[in-house]
């Protein structure tokens, strides 16, 4: 499925499959979008660039986030864990 996330640092609005918590362009940390990709795909360009204000402003920002909080489980978290503790081991 595709999901709506928002970098901060690149004030810029993904369109990402799957939960992601990092940004794929700057590697920094994304902010998951509560609006559904369809709808977003469906506004013009400025309700987009509205929209993408909207999300630059930290207190709307957080209206417009949700949290996935079943990462702890995915594939991608597990490797990133045990990679880390492989690592921590050795030292």
Excluded at 28 to 49: A, C, H, K, W
Aim: proline share 4%.
């Amino acid at each position: 499925m595709m999901y709506m996330h928002y970098c901060k640092p690149c004030h810029r609005v993904h369109m990402l499959n799957g939960h992601k918590l990092t940004c794929p362009k700057c590697s920094g940390p994304i902010t998951e979008l509560r609006i559904p990709y369809m709808e977003y795909v469906s506004l013009d360009m400025d309700e987009r660039e509205s929209f993408k204000s909207r999300c630059a402003d930290d207190e709307q920002l957080r209206e417009l986030s949700t949290t996935y909080r079943m990462y702890k489980y995915s594939k991608w978290y597990k490797k990133k864990q045990a990679s880390t503790n492989i690592e921590t081991q050795s030292e």
